[in-house]
């Protein structure tokens, strides 16, 4: 089945160590998204790539970068993870930018990031 | 600030309840609405979307949802709840490329 996937699923990382997150799609979408989200809480929009062009939001810390090498792939790089980044971090695809055509997100299952 | 609402941040009903959650948003002009559930160790996966055209939108599970733009509103409803629909819903608004996700509602559904 097509859908989007997400490794690690659980990630563990210390206080200032750089962490990547992964996210692939078989669905050929031209847009992915990466999403915050904390506990209880909405999942915020940090950024997303319509096709090679980034779009970063602009209360992203720029602790936050991403990477996005190929169509299938998009990385969610944390430079120096501090105990606030402790989060679901969600990767979403669509097949292009929501909101005139009113094209549907379609999420990854998340990576839980625990900082110590 | 443009922000959506979601009132009930925790529900709990009896098998067979009828459900209804509310969702409220705060821009002006033309926006696409959406419900989506994540149930318990699973990602989000959409419930119904509502773009123009008939209001009342039919989704999956049996859920719908109704867009009464005088209100500012989009609340889901179901007439008869299942064990299987314990999970949290989200109310998502969007204008251009972003959602603007409400804070999400608990649902509990007792067997």
């Known amino acids: 089945d097509a859908m989007v996937i997400q490794n690690p699923r659980y990630q563990v990382t210390q206080f200032g160590k750089p962490v990547t997150l992964s996210c692939s799609q078989t669905l050929n979408h031209n847009v992915m998204y990466w999403y915050q989200q904390k506990s209880s809480q909405a999942p915020k929009l940090l950024f997303h790539y319509y096709d090679k062009d980034f779009n970063n939001e602009a209360d992203t810390p720029d602790n936050f970068q991403s990477r996005r090498p190929n169509t299938s792939f998009c990385f969610l790089d944390i430079r120096s993870p501090g105990l606030g980044d402790a989060a679901m971090y969600l990767c979403?695809?669509?097949?292009?930018?929501?909101?005139?055509?009113?094209?549907?997100?379609?999420f990854g299952p998340g990576t839980r990031l625990t900082v110590l | 600030a443009q922000s959506v609402s979601q009132h009930n941040h925790h529900v709990i009903l009896s098998e067979a309840a009828s459900l209804e959650l509310g969702c409220n948003y705060s821009y002006g002009g033309t926006v696409n609405l959406f419900w989506y559930v994540q149930y318990p160790g699973q990602h989000l996966q959409l419930l119904l979307k509502?773009?123009?055209?008939?209001?009342l939108v039919k989704g999956i599970k049996g859920f719908e949802a109704e867009f009464i733009k005088s209100k500012f509103s989009f609340n889901l409803r179901k007439p008869s709840v299942q064990w299987s629909d314990t999970a949290e819903y989200f109310c998502a608004v969007t204008r251009t490329y972003k959602y603007i996700f409400g804070t999400g509602t608990r649902l509990k559904v007792l067997a």
């Open positions: 979403a695809t669509s097949r292009a930018p929501t909101g005139g055509s009113g094209d549907t997100q379609y």
């Open positions: 509502y773009f123009s055209g008939d209001p």
